[in-house]
């Protein structure tokens, strides 16, 4: 009797430990991607080094409105590039959807 409930306490931390692999791995998918657009679109790497180096105490106050202004850059960007670039829109999903299941297996 008390083996089967050792047993099943393994079994519900490989899950566990699993379920927390799955999570870090596709975090840290998202970080990559967050991490491409900081290195391929300048004016978005300008402000984030402009923000960093300048006055960092003084950001913190004012981090969820600049959070805020930086996600709507990046939506209308990926608006106005999703209308001009349709093909090339696809494929950078495709691409990164695969990656992260890539990374998942």
């Known amino acids: 009797m008390v083996w089967g409930g050792a047993e099943r306490e393994l079994r519900y931390i490989g899950v566990m430990r699993r379920s927390i692999g799955e999570w870090l791995l596709s975090a840290a998918t998202v970080a990559l991607l967050l991490l491409a657009l900081l290195f391929i679109y300048d004016p978005v790497r300008d402000d984030v080094a402009r923000r960093v180096i ?17 996600t709507e850059m990046a939506a209308s960007l990926a608006r106005e590039t999703a209308r001009s670039h349709s093909e090339l829109t696809v494929f950078a999903i495709a691409a990164a959807v695969l990656l992260g299941f890539m990374l998942r297996s």
């Not at 950001?59 to 600049?66: A, F, G, K, N």
């Open 54 to 70: 300048d006055k960092p105490s003084a950001e913190i106050s004012t981090v969820v409105s600049r959070v805020r202004h930086q």
